[in-house]
């Protein structure tokens, strides 16, 4: 029997090319994404600006920002579409918990 709800984690990496409330508008959008096809287990972990370990677009710093909800199975697939296709993301990974 397949599992009805399962936890999961998106660490995302916003770009830094714009202004603070671009970055700022994009973790509440994404938040809000979350929310609306699942639960967040808890609050949003923003780490802040980091270093990136190599240059990603000419970038050497990026917003690293990570998620941890609880949905259904089909959802961390739709997720990881979206943000590979959102302007401002550098890099973005969903796994199992």
């Given at each position: 029997m397949a599992k009805l709800n399962e936890n999961y984690e998106a660490m995302v990496v916003f770009s830094l090319k714009k202004d603070e409330e671009a970055v700022k508008a994009l973790v509440a959008r994404f938040k809000e994404l979350i929310e609306k096809n699942g639960t967040l287990t808890e609050e949003v972990n923003e780490w802040g600006k980091r270093k990136l370990a190599y240059p990603i677009h000419y970038e050497t710093e990026g917003y690293y920002v990570l998620?941890?909800?609880t949905s259904k199975p089909?959802?961390?697939a739709e997720l990881s579409r979206v943000l590979n296709i959102t302007d401002g993301v550098l890099r973005a990974l969903v796994t199992t918990k």
């Open positions: 998620y941890s909800f089909d959802f961390p």
